[in-house]
Protein backbone atom coordinates (compact mmCIF):
# COMPACT_ATOMS: atom_id res chain seq x y z
CA UNK A 1 0.00 0.00 0.00
CA UNK A 2 1.71 3.56 -0.69
CA UNK A 3 1.44 6.80 1.39
CA UNK A 4 -1.69 8.20 1.34
CA UNK A 5 -2.70 11.94 1.72
CA UNK A 6 -6.25 12.99 2.92
CA UNK A 7 -8.38 15.35 1.05
CA UNK A 8 -7.72 17.81 3.63
CA UNK A 9 -4.40 17.07 3.92
CA UNK A 10 -3.32 17.68 0.34
CA UNK A 11 -4.98 20.65 -0.20
CA UNK A 12 -3.31 22.14 3.09
CA UNK A 13 -0.48 21.20 1.15
CA UNK A 14 -1.18 22.84 -2.36
CA UNK A 15 -1.85 25.88 -0.22
CA UNK A 16 1.39 26.16 1.40
CA UNK A 17 3.10 25.46 -2.06
CA UNK A 18 0.90 28.53 -3.52
CA UNK A 19 1.85 30.47 -0.67
CA UNK A 20 5.58 29.45 -0.74
CA UNK A 21 5.78 30.48 -4.20
CA UNK A 22 7.13 26.85 -5.05
CA UNK A 23 7.04 25.28 -8.58
CA UNK A 24 5.35 22.59 -9.51
CA UNK A 25 8.32 20.30 -9.66
CA UNK A 26 8.05 19.98 -5.76
CA UNK A 27 7.45 16.82 -3.77
CA UNK A 28 6.35 16.05 -0.43
CA UNK A 29 8.88 14.16 1.33
CA UNK A 30 8.10 12.06 4.06
CA UNK A 31 10.90 10.05 6.16
CA UNK A 32 11.62 8.54 9.51
CA UNK A 33 14.43 10.02 11.82
CA UNK A 34 14.09 7.89 15.09
CA UNK A 35 11.22 7.10 17.60
CA UNK A 36 10.16 8.23 21.12
CA UNK A 37 7.54 6.45 23.35
CA UNK A 38 4.43 7.96 20.81
CA UNK A 39 5.81 5.83 18.02
CA UNK A 40 8.04 7.17 15.01
CA UNK A 41 9.53 10.80 14.52
CA UNK A 42 8.66 11.74 11.37
CA UNK A 43 10.56 14.03 8.67
CA UNK A 44 8.00 15.75 6.56
CA UNK A 45 8.64 18.73 4.18
CA UNK A 46 8.68 20.33 0.54
CA UNK A 47 11.38 20.10 -1.12
CA UNK A 48 12.29 20.56 -5.26
CA UNK A 49 15.39 17.83 -4.06
CA UNK A 50 15.06 14.18 -5.44
CA UNK A 51 17.01 11.03 -5.26
CA UNK A 52 17.95 8.10 -7.45
CA UNK A 53 16.68 5.76 -4.87
CA UNK A 54 13.43 7.67 -3.91
CA UNK A 55 10.45 5.62 -3.63
CA UNK A 56 7.49 7.67 -5.85
CA UNK A 57 4.23 7.67 -5.31
CA UNK A 58 1.05 9.53 -5.74
CA UNK A 59 -1.78 10.66 -3.87
CA UNK A 60 -4.50 13.87 -4.55
CA UNK A 61 -2.11 14.94 -7.44
CA UNK A 62 0.73 15.36 -4.93
CA UNK A 63 4.23 13.83 -5.28
CA UNK A 64 5.22 11.95 -2.20
CA UNK A 65 8.69 10.76 -1.71
CA UNK A 66 10.28 8.73 1.03
CA UNK A 67 14.00 7.22 1.03
CA UNK A 68 14.37 3.47 0.83
CA UNK A 69 15.12 2.90 4.45
CA UNK A 70 12.00 4.95 5.57
CA UNK A 71 9.40 3.49 3.25
CA UNK A 72 8.87 0.04 4.87
CA UNK A 73 7.52 1.41 7.54
CA UNK A 74 6.03 3.89 6.59
CA UNK A 75 4.09 1.88 3.66
CA UNK A 76 0.45 2.04 3.92
CA UNK A 77 0.27 5.44 6.10
CA UNK A 78 -2.57 7.33 5.78
CA UNK A 79 -1.38 11.68 6.07
CA UNK A 80 -3.95 13.58 7.78
CA UNK A 81 -4.38 17.34 8.80
CA UNK A 82 -6.12 18.26 11.80
CA UNK A 83 -7.51 22.23 12.76
CA UNK A 84 -9.46 21.49 15.78
CA UNK A 85 -9.39 21.88 19.15
CA UNK A 86 -6.59 19.16 19.82
CA UNK A 87 -4.86 21.23 17.70
CA UNK A 88 -3.65 22.27 14.08
CA UNK A 89 -0.86 20.31 11.92
CA UNK A 90 -0.09 17.19 9.74
CA UNK A 91 -1.22 13.63 11.86
CA UNK A 92 -0.14 10.33 10.79
CA UNK A 93 -1.90 7.12 11.04
CA UNK A 94 0.36 4.57 10.39
CA UNK A 95 -0.12 0.66 10.91
CA UNK A 96 3.62 0.26 11.83
CA UNK A 97 3.63 2.71 14.59
CA UNK A 98 3.28 1.23 18.30
CA UNK A 99 3.69 2.86 21.84
CA UNK A 100 6.31 1.99 23.63
CA UNK A 101 6.00 1.98 27.23
CA UNK A 102 7.10 4.36 29.56
CA UNK A 103 9.16 2.89 32.60
CA UNK A 104 8.95 4.57 35.82
CA UNK A 105 12.50 4.62 37.28
CA UNK A 106 12.98 2.44 39.81
CA UNK A 107 13.28 3.03 43.76
CA UNK A 108 14.03 -0.57 44.99
CA UNK A 109 17.83 -0.47 43.70
CA UNK A 110 16.69 -3.19 41.21
CA UNK A 111 17.89 -2.85 37.36
CA UNK A 112 15.21 -1.65 35.29
CA UNK A 113 13.14 -4.38 32.98
CA UNK A 114 14.46 -4.60 29.64
CA UNK A 115 11.58 -6.26 28.23
CA UNK A 116 9.84 -3.94 25.44
CA UNK A 117 5.92 -4.70 25.80
CA UNK A 118 4.34 -2.83 22.33
CA UNK A 119 0.93 -1.91 22.20
CA UNK A 120 -0.68 -1.72 18.49
CA UNK A 121 -0.94 2.52 18.00
CA UNK A 122 -4.45 4.03 18.31
CA UNK A 123 -4.51 5.25 14.61
CA UNK A 124 -2.82 8.81 15.55
CA UNK A 125 0.36 7.63 16.88
CA UNK A 126 4.06 9.04 16.08
CA UNK A 127 2.47 12.27 15.37
CA UNK A 128 6.22 13.94 16.33
CA UNK A 129 7.13 15.37 13.19
CA UNK A 130 10.43 18.03 12.19
CA UNK A 131 8.97 22.01 12.51
CA UNK A 132 10.07 22.28 8.32
CA UNK A 133 6.03 21.60 7.33
CA UNK A 134 4.41 22.44 10.43
CA UNK A 135 5.91 25.96 10.51
CA UNK A 136 4.92 25.99 6.36
CA UNK A 137 1.68 24.86 7.76
CA UNK A 138 1.46 27.87 10.56
CA UNK A 139 2.23 30.18 7.65
CA UNK A 140 -0.18 29.74 5.46
CA UNK A 141 -2.90 30.07 8.52
CA UNK A 142 -1.00 33.59 8.91
CA UNK A 143 -0.97 34.71 5.34
CA UNK A 144 -4.87 33.68 5.29
CA UNK A 145 -5.41 36.03 8.18
CA UNK A 146 -3.08 38.88 6.87
CA UNK A 147 -5.44 38.71 3.01
CA UNK A 148 -8.28 39.79 5.09
CA UNK A 149 -6.33 43.16 6.13
CA UNK A 150 -6.65 45.56 3.33
CA UNK A 151 -5.24 48.78 2.15
CA UNK A 152 -6.82 52.03 2.73
CA UNK A 153 -6.33 53.23 -0.64
CA UNK A 154 -5.95 49.73 -2.76
CA UNK A 155 -8.60 48.15 -2.69
CA UNK A 156 -6.15 45.03 -2.53
CA UNK A 157 -5.32 43.20 0.99
CA UNK A 158 -2.22 43.76 2.39
CA UNK A 159 -0.46 40.53 1.40
CA UNK A 160 -1.06 40.34 -2.26
CA UNK A 161 0.04 43.93 -2.38
CA UNK A 162 3.06 43.22 -1.32
CA UNK A 163 3.42 44.79 1.98
CA UNK A 164 4.59 41.77 4.04
CA UNK A 165 8.83 41.69 3.03
CA UNK A 166 8.92 38.67 6.34
CA UNK A 167 7.30 36.17 8.05
CA UNK A 168 9.66 34.65 10.97
CA UNK A 169 8.41 31.69 12.95
CA UNK A 170 10.21 30.93 16.41
CA UNK A 171 10.19 27.03 17.84
CA UNK A 172 8.04 28.52 20.59
CA UNK A 173 5.63 30.02 17.64
CA UNK A 174 6.37 33.26 18.16
CA UNK A 175 5.96 35.43 15.18
CA UNK A 176 8.16 37.80 13.46
CA UNK A 177 6.62 40.35 10.66
CA UNK A 178 8.60 42.88 8.57
CA UNK A 179 6.32 45.20 6.53
CA UNK A 180 6.07 48.09 4.86
CA UNK A 181 3.51 50.89 3.54
CA UNK A 182 3.19 52.41 -0.48
CA UNK A 183 4.75 55.43 1.20
CA UNK A 184 6.13 56.78 4.25
CA UNK A 185 3.28 59.33 4.55
CA UNK A 186 0.61 56.90 4.62
CA UNK A 187 -2.11 57.98 7.21
CA UNK A 188 -2.48 54.49 8.86
CA UNK A 189 1.56 54.19 9.65
CA UNK A 190 0.23 54.09 13.37
CA UNK A 191 -2.20 51.82 12.94
CA UNK A 192 -2.11 49.34 10.69
CA UNK A 193 1.44 47.47 12.53
CA UNK A 194 -1.00 46.97 15.59
CA UNK A 195 -3.72 45.67 13.37
CA UNK A 196 -1.48 43.01 11.86
CA UNK A 197 -0.34 42.22 14.94
CA UNK A 198 -3.74 41.88 16.51
CA UNK A 199 -4.55 39.72 13.56
CA UNK A 200 -1.61 37.34 13.63
CA UNK A 201 -2.05 36.92 17.30
CA UNK A 202 -5.65 35.53 16.82
CA UNK A 203 -3.99 32.93 14.89
CA UNK A 204 -4.69 29.69 17.38
CA UNK A 205 -0.63 28.36 17.51
CA UNK A 206 0.47 31.79 17.81
CA UNK A 207 2.06 32.33 20.71
CA UNK A 208 2.76 35.99 20.07
CA UNK A 209 3.15 38.39 17.15
CA UNK A 210 5.44 41.69 16.71
CA UNK A 211 5.16 43.34 13.32
CA UNK A 212 8.32 46.14 12.40
CA UNK A 213 7.49 48.60 9.96
CA UNK A 214 10.28 48.68 7.59
CA UNK A 215 11.10 51.17 4.67
CA UNK A 216 13.69 49.28 2.49
CA UNK A 217 13.70 48.32 -0.07
CA UNK A 218 11.27 50.50 -1.11
CA UNK A 219 7.55 49.29 -2.30
CA UNK A 220 6.97 49.07 -5.87
CA UNK A 221 4.28 47.55 -8.04
CA UNK A 222 6.43 44.95 -8.86
CA UNK A 223 5.60 43.19 -5.57
CA UNK A 224 2.16 43.01 -5.78
CA UNK A 225 1.06 39.07 -6.39
CA UNK A 226 -0.60 38.39 -10.04
CA UNK A 227 -3.98 38.03 -8.28
CA UNK A 228 -3.78 41.65 -7.16
CA UNK A 229 -2.53 42.52 -10.52
CA UNK A 230 -5.51 41.38 -12.33
CA UNK A 231 -7.88 42.47 -9.72
CA UNK A 232 -6.40 45.97 -10.42
CA UNK A 233 -6.45 45.66 -14.12
CA UNK A 234 -3.04 46.54 -14.27
Known sequence: ?????????????????????????????????????????????????????????????????????????????????????????????????????????????AAPSTGVHAAQGDGATGTTITDALQNKALEAAIVEKLRSIFDPEIPVNIYDLGLIYRIDISKDKDVTIDMTLTAPGCPVAGSMPPSVQQAVESVEEVKSAKVNLVWEPPWSKDRMSEEAVLQLGL
Open 1 to 109: MPIDLTEIAADQIRKILKDQGMSDQSVLRVGIKGRNTAGFNYILDLTEVRHEDDVVGQSNNITIVSDPISYPSLDGTEIDFRDDSSGRGFVFKNPHAVKLPVHPPSTSG
